[in-house]
């Protein structure tokens, strides 16, 4: 599958599982210095492979007929700070929630760890700007996942699947605050208690076979 068709794919998925709405959200994918990304003002779910185009890495459009999404210096700027190839931001409802009221998302599951612990929420700067680009890219340092204040969260992993997946966890993770919320006060996993998580799936237990 091209890397177009992955973000059709994908995009695609984002509209089925309620992450994304109208022609919110966008998607990116990277091959060498080359990114595929999801065009502007476009439904995620009504993707044509020719309709996305691809930037150089220095954000010059190389191919396609349409515009790149308004997010792309966002994208951008991730890739040029990490390792990441594929980048899925998304308007999630129980990420944008978490993302109006609180500054962290602290880990009530040890599953946070996948995303690197805490996801902290990025200062709120207008979309499309290098402001907001600079923020997502400090609060998503040593991270695989950050939340965007008033706005959404951005994933990003080694391949589009991966970075996907990033994003349902994420947005799972914040539904059990949310929801958790409405129950009492959920409990946060204290260091010690994420390390021996880590002790453990470094050291995970063998069971004797029966003779």
């Given at each position: 599958?091209?890397?177009r068709?992955?973000?059709?794919e994908?995009?695609?998925?984002?509209v089925?599982?309620?992450?994304?709405?109208?022609?919110?959200?966008?998607?990116s994918?990277?091959?060498?210095?080359?990114?595929?990304?999801t065009?502007?003002?476009?439904?995620?779910?009504?993707?044509?492979?020719?309709?996305?185009?691809?930037?150089?890495v220095?954000?010059?459009?190389?191919?396609?007929?349409?515009?790149?999404?308004?997010?792309?210096?966002?994208?951008?700027a991730?890739?040029?700070?990490?390792?990441?190839?594929?980048?899925?931001?998304?308007?999630?409802?129980?990420?944008?929630?978490?993302a109006t009221?609180?500054?962290?998302?602290p880990?009530?599951?040890?599953?946070?760890?996948?995303?690197?612990?805490?996801v902290?929420?990025?200062?709120?700067?207008t979309?499309?700007?290098?402001?907001?680009a600079?923020?997502?890219?400090?609060a998503m340092?040593?991270?695989?996942?950050?939340?965007?204040a008033?706005?959404?969260?951005?994933?990003?992993g080694?391949?589009?699947?991966?970075?996907?997946?990033?994003?349902?966890?994420?947005?799972?993770?914040?539904?059990?605050?949310?929801?958790?919320?409405s129950?009492?006060k959920?409990?946060?996993?204290?260091?010690?208690q994420?390390?021996?998580?880590?002790?453990?799936?470094?050291?995970?237990?063998?069971?004797?076979?029966?003779?």
């Amino acid at each position: 599958m091209s890397l177009r068709e992955q973000l059709c794919e994908y995009g695609r998925r984002a509209v089925e599982l309620g992450l994304v709405i109208g022609t919110s959200g966008n998607l990116s994918v990277r091959e060498g210095d080359l990114v595929a990304v999801t065009p502007s003002g476009a439904a995620l779910d009504r993707l044509t492979p020719e309709m996305c185009p691809v930037v150089d890495v220095e954000g010059y459009l190389v191919e396609g007929d349409l515009q790149p999404s308004s997010e792309t210096p966002m994208h951008l700027a991730v890739y040029a700070t990490t390792h990441a190839r594929a980048i899925v931001h998304t308007h999630s409802v129980f990420g944008t929630i978490v993302a109006t009221t609180m500054t962290e998302l602290p880990p009530v599951h040890y599953n946070a760890l996948l995303l690197g612990g805490v996801v902290k929420v990025a200062e709120y700067a207008t979309y499309g700007t290098p402001e907001l680009a600079a923020n997502v890219r400090a609060a998503m340092e040593g991270k695989k996942a950050a939340l965007m204040a008033n706005h959404g969260g951005v994933t990003v992993g080694a391949t589009l699947e991966e970075a996907f997946e990033a994003t349902r966890l994420l947005e799972w993770l914040c539904e059990v605050y949310v929801r958790g919320l409405s129950v009492g006060k959920p409990a946060v996993l204290t260091d010690e208690q994420l390390n021996a998580v880590i002790e453990r799936a470094l050291n995970p237990p063998t069971f004797p076979r029966r003779l």
